[in-house]
């Protein structure tokens, strides 16, 4: 995992708006997904990204079980905390509102609404999610089947999807994966004028999560000549 809980959460709770909205802002809510229907916060996720944007009703208990991040942003002195009045809601722009809804479901205990088979691209938005809260534990008992989702990538050529299938195996744990991806990775991918690693078919990789430890990226250029780079 990337970062501390700490530096997770804050970046997490600094991205937030909640309170009482504006009438205006409440009415154009979109349609609530009653992840649990008794829940007593909303969450509206996606406007900034190029996904349609998703509210989630939830429960804030099962949030707070789940993540310490969840934890101190919806019950520390943050802006995110319950106000005294109106709709407690909480704005997450910048997240991918599938892969939340994905976390959210495990969270609330909703496994068959859970996906065994996700693409590849869901798969990197549900980890980047995990990793954000620090959920990264929660998504165990689905390893297994989205490793053999992973593995079916193993031969993708294009730079997006092997620089996510880089980021996936890195959060699953499989080394071996990872090291291959990232070998091709660097075998397919050149420093443009900025100083940034891109792929042949233009993807840059810094607009990627980090794809393993911190610096790999760096280290690798320095010490391909002998492939002795971690």
């Given amino acids: 995992m990337n970062g501390s809980v700490q530096d997770i959460g804050e970046g997490a709770i600094g991205s937030g708006e909640t309170g009482v909205p504006p009438f205006d802002a409440v009415s154009s809510l979109s349609e609530e997904i ?3 229907p008794d829940g007593d916060l909303v969450l509206r996720a996606g406007q900034q990204t190029e996904e349609p944007e998703k509210s ?3 429960c804030t208990s099962a949030l707070r079980r789940s993540s310490q991040v969840w934890k101190k942003m919806l019950f520390g002195p943050f802006k995110e905390s319950k ?10 722009p910048d997240d991918d509102p599938d892969a939340l809804g994905i976390l959210l479901n495990i969270i609330h205990a909703n496994f068959p609404l859970v996906p065994t088979a996700p693409s590849l691209a869901e798969l990197y938005e549900v980890f980047r999610m995990a990793n954000k809260y620090d959920m990264i534990p929660a998504l165990k008992p689905w390893a297994n089947a989205w490793l053999e989702v992973a593995e079916s990538y193993a031969t993708t050529a294009d730079g997006r999807s092997m620089a996510a299938l880089t980021y996936v195996a890195w959060e699953l744990g499989q080394v071996e994966l990872h090291r291959k991806m990232m070998k091709e990775l660097l075998l397919y991918s050149s420093i443009d004028k900025d100083g940034q690693m891109v792929t042949g078919d233009g993807v840059v990789l810094d607009d990627f999560d980090p794809i393993g430890p911190p610096g790999l990226l760096g280290k690798g250029f320095i010490r391909f000549g002998d492939m002795n780079w971690y």
Avoid at 83 to 92: R, S
């Fill in 56 to 58: 989630f009703r939830v």
């Fill in 83 to 92: 106000p005294a009045f109106g709709t407690w809601l909480v704005n997450l």
């Fill in 34 to 36: 009653p992840v649990d």
